[in-house]
């Protein structure tokens, strides 16, 4: 097989190939196979146990991701792959950002590095464990806000109101959040809300706004001027604002408004599109996005489920 823009080949390791596997994370994701020359013939390895083993530890240092690694063997030779998934937000280099074009390797500089981060900055979702649950947080950056969301639910009998009022905790996982407050973790029981406001509050941050729905718990900390002027660079707030004033200028177009959503979150599911329009059904939503992909204006990065949208025009 010819190298194309998911394999590369390489005959030996080197510690720059973790440039190949920055633009490998940065692009659609991709193989780099280690033994084999230019044309695939595989031509082996010496020392493949020490690089089934050096690799992973040299990407987790260097580029805080991970990837597997796999030790094959053909006609007694050994050679390795090293599988790379895309990640959901930017991965550098020691500073440096590169990304898979065709069967090359680009480092990104000037204007499409701007653009480059810039879309991943406007709204950079990241997964993570939430310590004394262990299920999934989003946390999604704006440039006048963050929200965190959490899919947990509150205990049956309890209300919006009872979770902002005085109350007792009552952990999801009582053995594992018991854990952590031994370990230090946890500093005391039932004090979550109050810390949090009572931060914003000395930080003369505006106040965080919940909401509980039956699909999770919303927390919204909305920025102060200060905050948002130092955090957020102009550039990305000017492109903000322009995004906001092309979908208002395009209301009755359900096309452009879904376009101009993607433009903001690629990672937005049709249940949100239609959800945010509010007119339009989410099988309206699933033939609009067929329509832009027909026409070249979006297209689909990685699986239905995890993957994100690319707009192209």
């Keep these: 097989m ?27 994701g991709g193989v780099l196979i280690i033994g084999r020359n230019d044309k695939g013939v595989v031509t082996g390895l010496t020392d493949a146990e020490k690089l089934l083993e050096d690799i992973p530890n040299k990407v987790r240092d260097v580029l805080g991701i991970m990837v ?3 030790l094959h063997e053909q006609a007694r030779k050994e050679y390795l792959d090293i599988v790379v998934e895309p990640y959901p937000y930017p991965v550098s280099y020691k500073g440096q950002y590169h990304y898979r074009s065709g069967s090359t390797k680009q480092e990104l500089k000037g ?45 049956p009998d309890w209300s919006l109101d009872r979770l902002l009022a005085k109350h007792a905790s009552q952990p999801a996982n009582p053995d594992i959040a018991n854990a952590f407050f031994r370990a230090g973790k946890i500093e005391s029981w039932g004090r979550g809300i109050d810390l949090i406001r009572n931060t914003c509050l000395e930080q003369e941050s505006p106040s965080p706004r919940f909401n509980c729905d039956s699909n999770g718990l919303w927390i919204e900390f909305p920025y102060s001027k200060s905050v948002s002027d130092s955090v957020i660079p102009a550039s990305i707030k000017t492109v903000g604002k322009t995004v906001q004033k092309t ?57 239905d489920k995890g993957g994100h949208w690319e707009v192209l025009k």
Aim: hydrophobic content about 40%; overall charge positive; aromatic content about 8%.
């Design 247 to 303: 979908t208002q200028k395009t209301t009755q177009k359900i096309t452009q408004k879904i376009l101009a959503m993607l433009a903001v979150n690629p990672m937005f599911s049709r249940r949100e599109i239609a959800k945010s329009l509010g007119d339009i059904s989410e099988n309206g939503v699933k033939y609009h996005l067929e329509k832009l992909k027909a026409s070249g204006h979006i297209r689909r990065i990685g699986p």
């Design 2 to 28: 010819k190298e194309n823009q998911h394999i590369e080949y390489k005959e030996s390791w080197r510690d720059e190939y973790l440039k190949w596997i920055c633009g490998f994370a940065n692009a659609e």
């Design 68 to 70: 597997k690694v796999n």
């Design 111 to 155: 204007a499409a590095l701007d653009k480059f981060l810039l879309r991943e900055a406007l709204v950079n979702t990241i997964i993570h464990k939430d310590y004394a649950s262990g299920i999934p947080v989003q946390i999604s950056v704006y440039d006048n806000k963050l929200m965190m969301w959490n899919p947990g639910q509150l205990p």
